[in-house]
């Protein structure tokens, strides 16, 4: 079994939303919302579940994380910094002239697996991983994080058809339910009805909880992969876009806002908690 990331990492979620906020601001960029839904998301996931030894991003026994909800790695980059994958300087020149870090996941960038961004494609690279790393008989976990509005493409049913079909019960989807997309809320673009009974007709041992909560994130994760079912997982994770800043929570219009110096501070007021 391949060691865990070291336990001193904390990955507070104030200090990652605050990661954000200064990523955001500096490049004067967008995507805020997106990212802040899935914060507590990879605070766990990276804080007790991800396997990189040594914490070696690249060692080959890792497990895989793939963000095929490109558009929120801000979230992402915030969590390699707190593993020292990305430096200090990364951060402040964001966006800038030289930048390697883009607005959507770059598998150029080391912690990042795949370049996503293009919604649907994600899933179906990670259910190509985890029957990888079944064919190769090793203990590796894939995880695919994807949006609810991501839902609506037709890449994701084929994956989680043929994941169902080889059993890759070392497969977990992690759906972001934050009831918006692009352009409106996923109920008005295109109704998805109970994400969880979609995922168990399609084969998959699926549980729905609070995004938010850390402690039943960490519980339902840990449910699933003890599970004695050879079925792919899938976790669906109620979620508030724009959580932790009273202005942008279910305020869809921060898909595409940019920061200026007062809803910087306004926001950096909100999230930080006297974390400066």
């Not at 593993?83 to 770059?106: M, N, P, Q, V």
């Not at 509005?149 to 994956?159: L, T, V, Y």
């Not at 595409?256 to 501070?265: A, D, S, V, W």
Request: with cysteine; hydrophobic share 40%.
């Amino acid at each position: 079994m391949s060691a865990m990331i070291p336990q001193t990492k904390t990955f507070d979620s104030k200090v990652l939303r605050k990661t954000v906020l200064d990523m955001a601001y500096a490049g004067s960029t967008v995507h805020i919302g997106c990212a802040f839904s899935i914060i507590e998301l990879l605070a766990v996931l990276y804080r007790n579940h991800l396997r990189y030894p040594d914490n070696n991003p690249l060692a080959v026994d890792r497990d895989y994380l793939i963000l095929s909800k490109g558009h929120g790695v801000m979230a992402q980059y915030a969590c390699l910094r707190e593993l020292g994958w990305l430096k200090d300087e990364a951060f402040s020149g964001y966006f800038a002239d030289g930048s390697d870090l883009k607005g959507l996941s770059d598998s150029r960038i080391v912690g990042l697996e795949v370049t996503s961004g293009s919604l649907g494609h994600g899933f179906s690279v990670g259910v190509g991983m985890a029957m990888g790393a079944k064919l190769k008989g090793t203990d590796q976990k894939t995880y695919a994080l994807v949006g609810d509005g991501e839902m609506n493409e037709g890449p994701i049913w084929e994956g989680a058809l043929f994941a169902a079909h080889h059993n890759l019960k070392n497969f977990m989807v992690i759906v972001d339910e934050n009831g918006f997309q692009a352009m409106g809320s996923t109920q008005d673009i295109l109704e998805l009805g109970s994400i969880q009974a979609k995922f168990e007709s399609f084969g998959f041992e699926a549980l729905t909880i609070d995004g938010h909560n850390e402690a039943a994130i960490d519980a339902a994760i840990t449910q699933l992969w003890a599970s004695a079912s050879t079925a792919p997982k899938a976790l669906i994770a109620k979620t508030v876009k724009g959580k932790g800043v009273p202005f942008m929570e279910n305020n869809n219009s921060w898909h595409y806002t940019r920061l200026n110096p007062e809803t910087y501070e306004q926001a950096l007021s909100a999230v930080a908690g006297g974390v400066q």
